[in-house]
């Protein structure tokens, strides 16, 4: 256990902390400026050991990096069949490999980032334009009114809340030979992700990563 005991009084302008001789034991108050007080209370309660942390959450396979604070995560998800919906008309489509990177601040999802790619290869990983409506300049997804809120650190959950809110946009911009939303989810639902129509974004993954 790791005390500290300061004694403050109305006579004296500094504060005093109860200090110990470790070779004799003896215990006597030593005068100290306010900034070292403040210093000592900021490092008592920075130890690792001074309190009991929250037990650690398992993350999801999926997220492949993060910032130190997690104020970004980097998500990536493997071509699958979801459901998005579009007018009020659900889709079970092939979605294609997609990596995100989410921007996150006090458990709101700030704003998401994504690219489509053919093949990982790590940080050589070659990225492709997100393929699907909904998109702003600079591979942002427009959020909209969808949720943002981010419940036990379930990046992933927040995500595909993200992604299931129903798509505004009439057109896709970022795929080769569609522009129509409701025609370009029609194929998609009857064929594979064609692939061949991605349209590069000059990028690789170490292009948007630290190290």
Excluded: W
């Amino acid at each position: 256990m790791k005390e500290m005991i300061i004694r403050i009084s109305d006579i004296n302008e500094e504060a005093e902390i109860l200090e110990v001789n470790k070779i004799s034991n003896q215990e006597y108050f030593l005068s100290a400026p306010l900034k070292e007080i403040v210093k000592k209370i900021n490092d008592y309660t920075t130890n690792p050991y001074a309190n009991n942390h929250a037990k650690p959450y398992l993350l999801h396979s999926s997220i492949i990096g993060a910032s130190d604070d997690f104020g970004s995560i980097l998500i990536n998800q493997p071509e699958h069949i979801r459901i998005v919906t579009y007018k009020d008309k659900a889709y079970k489509i092939h979605f294609p490999n997609a990596l995100y990177i989410m921007y996150q601040n006090a458990g709101t999802v700030d704003s998401i980032k994504a690219f489509a790619y053919k093949q990982f290869d790590g940080t050589n990983t070659k990225l492709y334009r997100y393929p699907m409506p909904n998109m702003l300049g600079n591979n942002m997804i427009c959020i909209g009114s969808a949720p943002r809120k981010i419940s036990d650190c379930d990046y992933i959950k927040a995500l595909e809340n993200i992604i299931f809110t129903q798509y505004t946009h009439n057109t896709v911009n970022d795929i080769k030979s569609f522009k129509n939303t409701v025609d370009y989810f029609a194929y998609l639902s009857a064929n594979e992700f064609p692939y061949h129509l991605l349209i590069t974004d000059n990028k690789t993954l170490k292009d948007i990563v630290n190290g």
